[in-house]
């Protein structure tokens, strides 16, 4: 049984509102309410995104010409790092599970909280400590840092920047995710409704299953990690620093190990999302149900043995090499999976083309090119060629803003009348989706480009032969900026003046758009008991809500 978010307050009333004993900013900081905490994350992230926003905006500026323009080399590097730690640990890795989890997963579940909400709420707090400990690198110190957000040894160790701050910040970050793990672990296994059996969970909470496991194991060894980068740089005891006998190489494989599985941290969420919109838009139930869950689960556990294809060119074995391009291949297998499934429920299905969906077709667009690219560089012939330029960058972007970061507005469209019980403008959101969709692909294509031509990544300044795709980047990053901008505006408008949301306006079929559009401060105003799978449409019509349909 799940500890009381509200004590006595009772299951009437919106979670917004709070229960009266509590009112105004104290009652959202010390709140157990697992929605409540979910928008204060949703609030601290959408802060985060648009500082990293705009330091990759100003990034974008500095190489729309070769030569220098706006700022040296220093303080590139410096952008480039800032960028990368706000864009990974502040946004994308914490980003689905805390928001959309957090929010969302004990509504699918039929649960009145998560199993541990005042962990909940403890991990919200770790999460802003670890944000401020990282920000406060930026004034620590005689410089901020500036090794890339990877803090690659010998560099995190000999430079003069404040990386020990950026370092501790993103330790204390592991542990928020790992708190939130533990907790949807719990909650997953002991407070599904009454008749829900692990095959009629809805797919959302298997992405989310799968992730947390990642989360609680793999996150440990990054945080060793950077312990050790701390302990190196104030003490001098030589794990990876060569002057001092240490192995720069052993640092790649501890930050790789954890780093290459909190990539499905990052895109598991996004997946589960994609196969929960589809249905009710399809007006059918998803292809492959058990094989989608299934390979959730498989790209978890495969996702631990690859990690050595970031290191084909470090100079280990012609084994370990083969070796880890097979397995890297291998994990493409459960990816691919869900592609074709996805594709196989859109397949002649009666479509009603809403912006949930076009942000999921977008998603599995912009990530199919993501995982392609991938297998140039999981191939040892052609990663060679194109390992560390801008195709990496390019190819890392395709997968983690178009995977994770589109997944993110997928959900953020689709459960928005669940989150705020108002529906935004759907004309401005498809206006905005597409300036997205064509700034996306004019900023980060062109880097595709520049990798197979030559063109390095990490360098501030480079040949007049690659200033045209250069140029062409750094106007795709205006447009996307404004279609970003554009969909902020356009739901932070909403949420206060939209018009009411009904409880179920997609005609989905899992728990959550069975209770009220904000719901009650406990979820439900009894508890569901599940007898069917979670998209069991029932001859229900794509777009018809759950009161239509079940009358």
Request: with cysteine.
């Amino acid at each position: 049984m799940t500890e009381s978010p509200a004590g006595s307050w009772g299951r009437t009333g919106s979670y917004l509102d709070g229960p009266s004993s509590r009112t105004g900013l104290m009652g959202w900081l010390t709140t157990t309410d697992h929605k409540r905490i979910a928008l204060m994350y949703l609030a601290a992230m959408g802060v985060f995104f648009l500082v990293g926003m705009t330091i990759g905006l100003l990034i974008r500026l500095e190489l729309m010409q070769p030569g220098e323009q706006f700022y040296g080399a220093k303080t590139y590097n410096t952008f480039f790092t800032l960028h990368g730690v706000i864009m990974i640990f502040l946004f994308i890795v914490p980003g689905i599970p805390a928001v959309f989890g957090n929010f969302i997963l004990p509504l699918q579940l039929g649960a009145e909280d998560v199993a541990f909400p005042k962990l909940n709420l403890l991990s919200w707090y770790v999460y802003m400590a670890g944000a401020a400990i990282a920000l406060t690198s930026l004034y620590a110190g005689d410089s901020p840092p500036d090794t890339g957000w990877t803090f690659y040894a010998p560099y995190s160790i000999n430079s003069g920047g404040s990386v020990s701050w950026a370092v501790l910040g993103a330790f204390v970050l592991g542990f928020s995710s790992i708190l939130t793990g533990m907790n949807f672990i719990v909650t997953i296994h002991r407070l599904r409704a009454k008749g829900m059996g692990f095959f009629r969970m809805p797919l959302f909470c298997w992405g989310l299953y799968a992730t947390s496991w990642i989360q609680v194991i793999a996150t440990p060894v990054v945080g060793i990690t950077l312990v050790l980068v701390v302990m190196e740089r104030l003490l001098g005891i030589g794990l990876f620093d060569p002057s001092l006998g240490g192995d720069p190489i052993l640092y790649q494989h501890l930050f790789w190990i954890y780093s290459h599985p909190v990539v499905y941290v990052m895109i598991l969420p996004a997946m589960g999302v994609i196969s929960d919109i589809l249905p009710p838009f399809c007006g059918r139930t998803i292809f492959g149900y058990r094989a989608i869950a299934i390979s959730s689960m498989a790209i978890a556990v495969v996702g631990y043995g690859v990690w050595g294809h970031h290191m084909f060119t470090v100079g280990m074995s012609d084994t370990a090499r083969w070796v880890f391009s097979l397995l890297t291949f291998l994990v493409a297998i459960p990816t691919g999976v869900k592609i074709f499934n996805w594709t196989a429920t859109l397949y002649r299905a009666s479509i009603e083309l809403r912006v949930p969906l076009l942000y999921a077709l977008g998603f599995i667009f912009l990530f199919s090119i993501g995982g392609l690219t991938g297998l140039v560089n999981g191939a040892l012939s052609t990663d060679i060629h194109v390992h560390d330029t801008a195709f990496i960058v390019g190819h890392f972007h395709y997968t983690m803003f178009g995977g994770a970061g589109i997944g993110l507005f997928a959900a953020l469209h689709f459960w928005f009348p669940k989150m705020f019980g108002r529906m935004y403008n759907e004309k401005i959101a498809t206006w905005a989706w597409g300036l997205i969709m064509v700034g996306f692909n004019t900023l980060y294509f062109p880097m595709l480009v520049l990798g197979i031509m030559g063109m390095p990544r990490r360098y501030h300044d480079y040949l007049p032969q690659f200033q045209v795709p250069h140029f062409i980047s750094t106007v795709g990053s205006w447009i996307l900026a404004t279609g970003i901008i554009l969909m902020i505006v356009n739901l932070i408008r909403s949420a206060r003046k939209g018009r009411k949301a009904p409880n179920n306006p997609w005609g989905a079929t899992t728990l959550e758009w069975t209770t009220t559009s904000p719901p009650p401060l406990l979820n439900f105003a009894t508890l569901p008991e599940v007898k069917t799978g979670p998209y069991d449409f029932s001859g229900r019509k794509p777009g018809q809500s759950h009161e239509e349909g079940a009358s």
